[in-house]
T-cell receptor, first 113, second 115 residues
């Protein structure tokens, strides 16, 4: 069964450093997402991406965040200068479109120290 | 803006028994989709079941079924014959079907299954 894959599974970084989280969405999907889950809290929407551009972003997704689809398969989330409060599980997800199930990757656990 | 409320932070059930997890939502839209996701200790988000709002028939998936009450904006999950592997955090989620199809999640219900 096709799946969303994410790398790395866990990354520890120093405050102020740049981090890139990588994702390979399911190949025939058109919509791509990043969600965040701070430990013990609910899953929060960060950004959606369609047709090679951001279609919606939340207030969490400030200028420190960016997304890119550099080729036909990868979808990346970059955090420019990490803060302690960026420590969270970051989920990549993808979907074929309206009403279709959004499938999640296994997550990338980011720890900022 | 849509909101999803899960009023039960924690629930427990005996193995082989039935448990129902509650979820209510608020929206002004008529076309939307509802989901239950399971998050085991590995923290992966696994789809359990989905429901289209335009369908009156409640979705079922093996031991999992929903009670979808559109007028009451309620979407509860029933787990029958509970198994130890069902222990996890369960999230109710709403997808408006709008242009971006993003999910809005509730805060989750932690389900414990007692042997």
């Amino acid at each position: 069964e096709p799946e969303v894959t994410q790398t790395p599974s866990h990354q520890v970084t120093q405050m102020g450093q740049e981090v890139i989280l990588r994702c390979v969405p399911i190949s025939n999907h058109l919509y791509f997402y990043w969600y965040r889950q701070i430990l013990g809290q609910k899953v929060e929407f960060l950004v959606s991406f369609y047709n090679n551009e951001i279609s919606e972003k939340s207030e969490i997704f400030d200028d420190q965040f960016s997304v890119e689809r550099p080729d036909g398969s990868n979808f990346t989330l970059k955090i420019r200068s990490t803060k302690l409060e960026d420590s969270a599980m970051y989920f990549c997800a993808s979907s074929q479109g309206k009403g279709n199930t959004i499938y999640f990757g296994e997550g990338s656990w980011l720890t900022v120290v | 803006a849509q909101t999803v409320t899960q009023s039960q932070p924690e629930m427990s059930v005996q193995e082989a028994e039935t448990v129902t997890l509650s979820c209510t939502y608020d929206t002004s839209e008529s076309d939307y989709y509802l989901f239950w996701y399971k998050q085991p200790p590995s923290r992966q988000m696994i789809l359990v079941i989905r429901q289209e709002a335009y369908k009156q028939q409640n979705a079922t998936e093996n031991r999992f079924s929903v009670n979808f009450q559109k007028a009451a904006k309620s979407f509860s999950l029933k787990i029958s014959d509970s198994q130890l592997g069902d222990a996890a955090m369960y999230f109710c989620a709403f997808n408006s079907g709008g242009s971006n199809y993003k999910l809005t999640f509730g805060k989750g219900t932690l389900l414990t299954v007692n042997p």
